[in-house]
Nanobody
Framework: VQLVESGGGLVQPGGSLRLSCVGS????????MSWYRQAPGKEREWVAS????????KHADSVQGRFTISRDNAKNTAYLQMTNLKLEDTAVYYC?????????WGQGTQVIVSS
């Protein structure tokens, strides 16, 4: 099982980024997908989730209206579209695949929001 994130980088406040998470070694469409982030000196926090069926998605209050999680099962890929980025969005972003007791994490991609 492998998850590989990409798309992070340096962006100015108000800017946008799209993160990608490509999964392999498991049946991607069966798993729920989530994004988490961890800022320097802080605990990892949940950002958003999208279920395996029904396109049901949820976002943390801190990103609601600015970030959108999506998935393309044909590409084994989950996305996190981030707009109107703020300084406090600076963190390492991780994706997670999960189903019941099974879960797998990616290695993370760094997002830095700075002027």
């Amino acid at each position: 099982v492998q998850l590989v994130e990409s798309g992070g980088g340096l962006v100015q406040p108000g800017g946008s980024l799209r993160l990608s998470c490509v999964g392999s070694g498991f049946i991607f469409s069966h798993f729920h997908m989530s994004w988490y982030r961890q800022a320097p000196g802080k605990e990892r926090e949940w950002v958003a989730s999208i279920m395996s069926v029904g396109n049901v998605r949820k976002h943390a209050d801190s990103v609601q209206g600015r970030f959108t999680i999506s998935r393309d099962n044909a590409k084994n890929t989950a996305y996190l579209q981030m707009t109107n980025l703020k300084l406090e969005d600076t963190a390492v972003y991780y994706c997670k695949a999960h189903l019941q007791a099974s879960e797998a994490w990616g290695q993370g991609t760094q997002v830095i929001v700075s002027s």
